[in-house]
């Protein structure tokens, strides 16, 4: 009984017709190729006639076919992301940003996540060129690759851009901070607080930020004439976990540091904590600097000292990049430094 009442409901009740750019010219008396433009907010349109359209199209219930319309104009209005991992702050800051950026010319994000897996990316690049994507940006896993997938985007023709981390297996455009300058300044700010024995957690790949990072911890040891000692550097994942079993380790050394430079806030957090279980005071006996600026680090005890990348900003301008590429706009390639700065917190400062 129940199942023919709703057959009944389904099948016999009349649909009602959905409205057309026809049905809108008729009502109003305007040509339909002016309903079409007013729509598409074309500038062609006179704004007190295109409100007049728009008002009667929702009016009348009126809901565009976005099918047909990226079959004329080729394009799908999409937009794919890949990130390591969208759980981060700095991560889904950036995503924040594009977003504010996109949506104001119609486009809209998909989102992945390689879990810094370069198999993972690879899929995630195949599927969205295969979805007809616009264009894609990325911001490559840790996790070293042949770099085929990418050359397959430019084989493509899709425009791409790279943040966060700098892709040299193709002419790309990437968006960055100065990861070496900011590292050698938060180095070179320790040893001016005293510290000469400063350990840096770096990361465990090839990636440019880990590597940038590197070369300026080393440089500011190098010009403070401090010799760089390579059981000094612990390589890791960076995770909560790398950062305690590393603070483990120091504390079973004959000699414990009096610095730690981690190149990301999550293990200096992780690092903090466990030393100071262990009774070890910050920052009077270690001072301790990360580095991604994450919210968090600003109500630990001590405050992390830290360094504000701008993830916002550089959203924005991956965002703007890409856009103007998908526009048709011919553009040099070269690498966006976006500002970013050290913040001094009360973990590094200088104690008597």
Known sequence: ???????YFI????????????????????????????????PRVKEKTKKLIQEKA?????????????LRTQRTHTIGVIVPNISRHFFSTVIGGMEEIVSEQGYNLIICQSHDSAEREAQLVDTLLANQVDGIILSIATEQSDGSHIQRIEASGKPVVFFDRECKTIQGHNVLIDDFSRAYELTDSLIQNGCRHIVHLGGNSEASIYQDRLRGYKDALEKNNIEFQEDWVFKSRLKQLDGQEIAQQLLAKDKMPDAIFSANDVAAIAAMEVLQKAGIRIPEEIKVFGFS????????SPA?????????????????????????????????????EIIIRQSSLKTD
Do not use: C, W
């Open 293 to 300: 600026g994450e919210p968090i680090s600003a109500y630990t």
């Open 304 to 340: 992390l000292s830290t360094v504000n990348q701008n993830p916002n900003l550089m959203g924005q301008k991956t965002a703007e990049l890409l856009l103007d590429q998908i526009n048709g706009t011919q553009l040099p390639v070269h690498n966006t430094i976006i500002p970013s």
């Open 1 to 7: 009984m129940y199942f023919v009442l709703l057959f």
């Open 11 to 42: 099948f016999a009740t009349p649909m009602k017709k959905k409205a057309t750019i026809h049905d809108i010219a008729r009502e109003l008396n305007i040509n339909a190729s002016t309903v079409s433009r007013a729509l598409a907010d074309s």
């Open 58 to 70: 929702a009016e009348m219930g009126y809901s565009r076919n976005h099918l047909a319309s990226n």
